[in-house]
């Protein structure tokens, strides 16, 4: 009972590093999201990806691409990091209009 | 331009009593509301929603109160308990994409 699983837990990167966070889910979602939440703000998209094959931009995508390599997946990458990007990153998906499903996130700092 | 705002950090409430959580939005066109309740180290989890043509949702403990007219949401716990200690979320949905407020931290005390 999986339901949307991100890796790595943890990264540390030094500026101008380049990664890629990964995200799966095993619930058929046609609908996936990347967020980054801050500090005393909420959740900001990223970009997102209706259905396989199509993706877009979100609020802040600046810094950031994605690929939705199939119906599972759907990572976010960074090519080179910025300090600006330390973030806890969350992936989470959706079918219809049911709510969202969260993963448990990823923690980046960028030195 | 945050357009769902939840203008509470935090908030402390001694077990077994209401904890009442504020939510208020600008843009008229959010159709859907959603409460998402957070522990530490792990992601958000769906809690409540609200659709705009309804003033009121109620799931066990947790009721959540729309008014359009103010652009206002509300969450009302009862009783508390000291599991529900978490951040919460308040969001809002136009075509599919959630917007989100800071959240609010909620403390119950034994």
């Known amino acids: 009972n999986a339901g949307v699983t991100q890796t790595p837990k943890f990264q540390v990167l030094k500026t101008g590093q380049s990664m890629t966070l990964q995200c799966a889910q095993d619930?058929?979602?046609?609908?996936m999201y990347w967020y980054r939440q801050d500090p005393g703000m909420g959740l900001r998209l990223i970009y997102y990806?209706?259905?396989?094959?199509?993706?877009d931009k979100g609020e802040v995508p600046n810094g950031y691409n994605v690929s939705r390599l199939n119906k599972r997946e759907f990572s976010l990458r960074l090519e080179s990091a910025a300090p600006s990007q330390t973030s806890v990153y969350f992936c989470?998906?959706?079918?219809?209009?049911?709510?969202?499903?969260f993963g448990d996130g990823t923690r980046l700092s960028i030195l | 331009d945050q357009q769902v705002k939840q203008n509470s950090p935090s908030l402390s409430v001694q077990e077994g009593r209401i904890s009442i959580l504020n939510c208020d939005y600008t843009n008229s066109m959010f159709d859907y509301f959603l409460w998402y309740k957070k522990y530490p180290a792990e992601g958000p989890t769906f809690l409540i929603s609200i659709s705009s043509i309804k003033d009121k949702n109620e799931d066990g403990r947790f009721t959540v109160f729309l008014n359009k007219s103010a652009k206002h949401l509300s969450l009302h716990i009862v009783p508390s308990q000291p599991g529900d200690s978490a951040v919460y979320f308040c969001?809002?949905?136009?075509?599919?994409?959630?917007?989100f407020g800071a959240g609010t931290t909620v403390t119950v005390r034994a």
């Open positions: 989470a998906s959706e079918q219809g209009n049911q709510p969202q499903h």
């Open positions: 619930m058929n979602h046609n609908s």
């Open positions: 969001a809002a949905s136009a075509s599919y994409k959630l917007s």
């Open positions: 990806s209706a259905s396989e094959g199509t993706t």
